[in-house]
């Protein structure tokens, strides 16, 4: 079980890290906040394929997400073809 001030230093030590990225390019502070970034985005990653594959509910969700967003997709004249699928 994690305590509050477990909680309160995990927060402070990720803002003292990503405080980095507005470091020089190149500087140690600014490598050590982009690697923690991508680290972070990796178990993001995870976690949602994860869910995905164990959670029906939250599969059939994010399909029609990624549905609509592909039927409202308004890049190379698809907003016409939206129109003739509604007619």
């Not at 405080?19 to 976690?47: C, I, Q």
């Not at 869910?51 to 990624?66: L, N, S």
């Amino acid at each position: 079980m994690v305590s509050e001030a477990q909680k309160r230093a995990s927060l402070k030590y990720r803002a003292k890290i990503l405080s980095g990225l507005t470091a020089n390019m190149g500087s140690p502070e600014h490598d050590r906040a982009v690697d923690f970034s991508n680290r972070m985005r990796g178990y993001a990653a995870k976690s949602g394929r994860q869910r995905y594959a164990t959670d029906p509910i939250f599969k059939e969700q994010k399909r029609e997400a990624c549905r609509l967003a592909a039927y409202y997709d308004n890049s190379d004249g698809k907003f016409l073809l939206a129109v003739r699928r509604l007619f």
